[in-house]
């Protein structure tokens, strides 16, 4: 059984090391990484599956610059779309099961109610949008597949919220962060526990039940903030660890005070409990994840 894990250098492939048996295989874009497979070129995809010959594909791999994604749409869609429809191709000719990572920016944010698999989406910018497309290419192509939409992702390195945060607490005094946006900060290790769950699920589960362990799932810690709550939650866990100093002093501020190139859903909570029926899984707490991560920066 070949598993490949895409997106080797982001954050939350990182996290699936750190928890798949090793020999897993974890592809990169360019440089050491082998084998290479670059999104960016969707008629390379099935080239480079026909020499690793994968039977699971857990693509974590994404254009997941959300503000550069305006005016690089094409990119967005080549990387997040385009390539994901290609892997669902190939998976559907050889019979491989594609395990996809996409993303609450599908929605538009409107909602004031956690957001379940049967919500319509729309999104609202070029990467929600290719995103979006993602997920419908790999629908239509075929394949065996489950499509895991998380948000707020951040793990102990790699570019999140939570290493931002504590990277400027110990630049500046006082922090604006915007106060009107809502969504469900969820760990690296969360989505990568999640997603070993289900590998090992679909390994030890019979032919007859096979497609009710299929399809759209979302899959976040519980439990709702905004960035501003995040932030003042990241820096008193950091200050009682004696990984800062002191507390910045932490103005919130609205969306509008705080111009992006992208717009952002105001309201992004994913509901996970069709994941947690599914799976026989519980998700931890947005507050107990983020414990778990200060610990393992803990000095
Ligand atoms: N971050 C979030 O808040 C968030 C929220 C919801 C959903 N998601 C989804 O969760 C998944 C994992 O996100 P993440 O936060 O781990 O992302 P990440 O840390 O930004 O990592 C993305 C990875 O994709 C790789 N990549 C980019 N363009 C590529 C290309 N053309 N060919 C091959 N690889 C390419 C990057 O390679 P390099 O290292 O070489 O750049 C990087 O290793 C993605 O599907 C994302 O859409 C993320």
Redesign the pocket.
Known sequence: MTVLV????????AALRAILPPETLFS???GDILPH????RPDEIAPALDKIVPNIIV??????AVDAAESDEETALA??AHSVGEMGRWAFQHGAFVLH?????VFDGTASRPYTEDTPIAPINSYGRS?AIGEQRLRESGASHAIL??????GPA???FFVTMLRLARERDALRVVDDQMGSPTT?AVVAGAIHHMLRRRKTQDKSSAPSLEGTFHVTCHGQTTWHGFARAIFEGAVSRGLLDRMPRLEPVSTSEFPTSARRPAYSVLDPSKFERTFDYRLADWQYALDAVLDSLHP
């Open positions: 895409t997106g080797a250098n982001g954050q939350l492939a990169g874009r360019a497979l670059d999104l960016s693509n974590t791999a994404a254009y997941t990387v997040n990572v996409s993303t609450d920016y995103k939409r998380t948000s707020w992702l951040y790699g570019r999140n690296t």
